[in-house]
């Protein structure tokens, strides 16, 4: 494979057997409940693994380098092991910043909240799309700028917010600021910079209301992930149909997955839902 290059070697026994370029990771996955494909040497020749069963802790197999970059989607990423077990990308998410990417058009205004490392963000950015990308957490938006970086867009048209979402959709409904793509990602749970708690069963619906009202007349689209067990496509999909109204438009969703690389078994990985103008 491409040194590069990302890719899901196998999964089973509650784990996943990654290759995020020319480093094999294994990280927790709940979801997979059955046995690996792989012999058990494949696993074996891991240079990482992280476990949370005592202790959240990374045990080291090989000496790795602080970071490195890998590609995924046709985006570049910074790659760094962190303490809760995040390497600062979710792979699963480019079949969403895919479809962001074929939905775009230069000249576009689009939003990404809950922007993480930048995966939609740099994929619209590539479109010429002017983009906002928010997030609470400093550090991680600092991570996407230097992504950004490494995808040689430093010069694109990105706002770099800092902020709760929930405060910015405010200011920006008194603003009158509109915008004709809106990519969200919401957390099971997180905190805002100034400790505001985000629970995604009681603020999701408000969340999408306040994006409704960011969006401009001629929307092109809205995608909507996440995470959370019970948060299938089905129900992604009725909170978009809820959230659009009677505004033209088709709906699609669907689980996300990683496909392994051999014959092992796709692993999802959450949902997602999908919202397309006819305007």
């Known amino acids: 494979m491409n040194e590069k290059c990302y890719c899901l070697l196998d999964s089973g026994d509650g784990r996943k057997l990654e290759q995020f370029g ?14 690996p494909r792989l012999p058990r040497r494949e696993w074996e020749r891991a240079d990482a693994s ?12 090989s000496t790795l380098p602080t970071h490195w970059f890998v590609d995924v989607g046709g985006v570049t990423f910074k790659v760094l092991l962190t303490d809760f077990g995040h390497v600062g990308l979710f792979p699963e998410h480019a079949a969403v910043w ?10 576009m205004r689009a939003l990404n909240l809950f922007a993480y490392s930048g995966g939609a963000t740099l994929a619209l950015a590539q479109k010429g799309v002017e983009v906002c990308h928010v997030d609470a957490s400093k550090g991680m938006v600092d991570w996407a700028r230097e992504n950004a970086s490494a995808n ?11 902020d709760d979402v929930f405060k ?16 969200l990602d919401p957390p099971s749970f997180g905190r805002g910079k100034k400790g505001e708690v985000f629970k995604i069963e009681r603020d999701l619906r408000a969340l999408l209301d306040g994006c409704k009202q960011l969006l401009s007349n001629t929307s092109c689209f809205v995608a909507l992930s996440c995470h959370t067990p019970g948060y ?16 033209p438009g088709l709906i699609t969703a669907q689980e996300m997955t990683l496909a392994p690389q051999g014959d092992g078994y796709p692993l999802p990985c959450g949902a997602s839902a999908l919202f397309v103008s006819h305007e």
Do not use: C
């Open 232 to 247: 299938t496509p089905q129900v992604l999909k009725n909170l978009l149909m809820e959230m659009m109204g009677e505004r």
């Open 50 to 61: 992280f476990s949370r069963e005592d202790a959240m802790q990374w045990d080291f197999y």
């Open 98 to 107: 895919k479809k962001a990417h074929k939905q775009a058009a230069p000249g």
């Open 168 to 183: 910015f959709i405010g200011r920006e409904v008194r603003r009158k600021r509109f915008y004709d793509a809106i990519i």
């Open 152 to 162: 040689a867009l430093d010069n694109a048209p990105i706002r770099w917010i800092v």
């Open 22 to 35: 020319p480093y094999r990771l294994i990280r927790p996955a709940a979801q997979a409940v059955w046995h």
